[in-house]
C-alpha cells in the first residue's frame, strides 16, 4: 500500500506542479555516478551525530574508515538556468546503508559546483518541479504516514529553500486539500 500511496503522490504531483526530476526512497540507484570524495566528506561532516553513525556502521561492516564515498550516488539536477552544475546527492540503495534512511525515508542532498550543500532533506519523495524561484526550481519533497502524505513545497528565498506552501493527499483516495496537520 506504501508503494501505491507513494506513486499516486508523485503522478498527482506530476500532474500539478510539472516535475523535471523526481526520486523516492526504493527507488534503484544502479548506474547512478559517484560522488567525490570532497562531496562524500562535505556530507557527512555536516552533522556530528550522522558521522558518528555512518562510522560505526562501517565499523560494523569492515569497511575502509574515512572513505564516505562508498556510501553515495549522484546524478546532475537542472536546478538553474544558467547552466550551472548541481548535483543530487543520495545513499546507494544497494548496499544498504541504515545510516542514511529512516523507517520508509531516504536523506538527500542538493550541492552546487563548489561543493556547498544547497539543501538537505530526509523524505519518502523528491520532486524538482519545473517553477523556479530567486533563479531555482522549486522542490516538493512528501513525508507519508497515517495514510496521508504531506506535500512540501519549498522555494529558493535568501540564499536557501524554505517551505512555501504544504499540501496533504489522502493515500487512499488520493484527494488532495490545502494545508498540513500541525501534528504532521
Known amino acids: 500500500m506504501k508503494i501505491v500511496g507513494l506513486l499516486l503522490m508523485l503522478c498527482s504531483g506530476a500532474a500539478l506542479a510539472g516535475p523535471v526530476f523526481a526520486n523516492y526512497t526504493e527507488e534503484q540507484t544502479i548506474g547512478w ?3 567525490s570524495p570532497a562531496v562524500a566528506g562535505l556530507i557527512v561532516r555536516s552533522d556530528a551525530d550522522l558521522q558518528l553513525q555512518a562510522d ?3 565499523a560494523e ?3 575502509k574508515p574515512g572513505d ?3 556510501f553515495f550516488v ?3 539536477l537542472p536546478l538553474a538556468a544558467d547552466g550551472r552544475t548541481f548535483l543530487f546527492v543520495r545513499p546507494k540503495s544497494s548496499p544498504y546503508f541504515r545510516t542514511f534512511y529512516g523507517a520508509h525515508t ?3 542532498w542538493i550541492v552546487d559546483d563548489r561543493n556547498n550543500i ?3 532533506g530526509n523524505s519518502d519523495a523528491f520532486q524538482l518541479l519545473d517553477s523556479r524561484s530567486n533563479g531555482l526550481k522549486d522542490i516538493q519533497e512528501a513525508q507519508c504516514h497515517g495514510g496521508k502524505c504531506y506535500l512540501v513545497k519549498l522555494s529558493f528565498k535568501a540564499g536557501k529553500y524554505q517551505e512555501t506552501s504544504c499540501t496533504t493527499q489522502d493515500i487512499d483516495s488520493g484527494k488532495l486539500s490545502q494545508g498540513c496537520d500541525a501534528g504532521q
Open 56 to 58: 560505526e556502521e562501517m
Open 74 to 76: 549522484s546524478r546532475k
Open 118 to 120: 544547497l539543501y538537505d
Open 61 to 63: 561492516k569492515n569497511l
Open 68 to 70: 564516505y564515498r562508498q
Open 106 to 108: 531516504f536523506c538527500h
Open 33 to 35: 555516478a559517484a560522488v
